[in-house]
């Protein structure tokens, strides 16, 4: 029998990732961290496309996606991100990755980019993908969609202990400026931009655990 695909949208630091990593495991699904592939080119572009005023050259980067490939290999169980053969994932999690990742992800031909890469790695189903518009724009035929969303505030919070985690040393004000720009960005964005599809179920985590998001999610999902 056919597995489902299932889509989990919504806002940064909702926890769409390790939410629906986990989920993945419970159903025996492949996960799919969309959201790393636009941080992989981001990282990319950081690396290897900058102008002589230390930003991003757009132009620079759209001509050198030959040059970039992805993909996610099974490490222990985990599938991680790699470029070009380089395991990125702590990488894209840094604080300048997170700066300029709204930017690659408006460029349309960025998107166009990935959006072949998606398809292909959940067209026989069987797979949980989580991103921004992984519901309206890359699967809107999927078997379940969620969006999931929390208050700037716990949201900050979150990103915040997360980025300390990884040894980054980042203001508590600074996290939640870069949360706001990109919520707006990605909202207003005229390429995919980031909302909630018609028939989609929202989930506020605010006040839920991780474990508690999980288990409402999964009361949703049926005949796994």
């Known amino acids: 029998m056919r597995k489902p695909v299932i889509a989990v949208d919504g806002f940064s630091s909702t ?17 799919m961290d969309t959201g790393a592939l636009y941080r992989g080119v981001t990282y990319y572009a950081l690396s290897c496309c900058m102008n002589d005023h230390g930003q991003i ?37 840094a604080a300048e990755v997170s700066a ?23 067209q026989n189903g069987g797979v949980i993908l989580d991103g921004r518009d992984i519901g309206t724009v890359v699967f809107p035929d999927a078997d379940y969609k969620f969006f999931l969303t929390a208050s700037i505030e716990e949201r900050t919070n979150r990103r915040f202990k997360e ?16 949360l706001q720009t990109r919520d707006r960005i990605d909202s ?35 005949d796994i």
């Open 57 to 93: 050259n757009l132009k620079s980067l759209l001509s050198h996606f030959n040059e970039i490939h992805l993909d996610f290999r099974n490490i222990n169980g985990c599938l991680e991100l790699f470029l070009n053969g380089k395991n990125i994932c702590t990488e894209i999690r």
């Open 100 to 122: 300029s990742v709204s930017l690659i992800a408006a460029q349309k031909e960025v998107r166009d980019f990935l959006l072949d890469t998606q398809r292909n790695m959940a």
């Open 15 to 31: 926890g769409k990732s390790s939410i629906s990593k986990i989920i993945a495991e419970k159903l025996g699904l492949v996960h």
């Open 163 to 178: 980025l300390e985690s990884l040894g980054y040393t980042v203001s508590f004000d600074d996290v939640a400026e870069n």
């Open 188 to 222: 207003e964005r005229e390429v995919a931009p980031l909302k909630k599809a018609g028939d989609a179920i929202v989930i506020d985590n605010t006040f839920l655990t991780k474990e508690e998001t999980i288990q409402l999610m999964l009361s949703y999902i049926k």
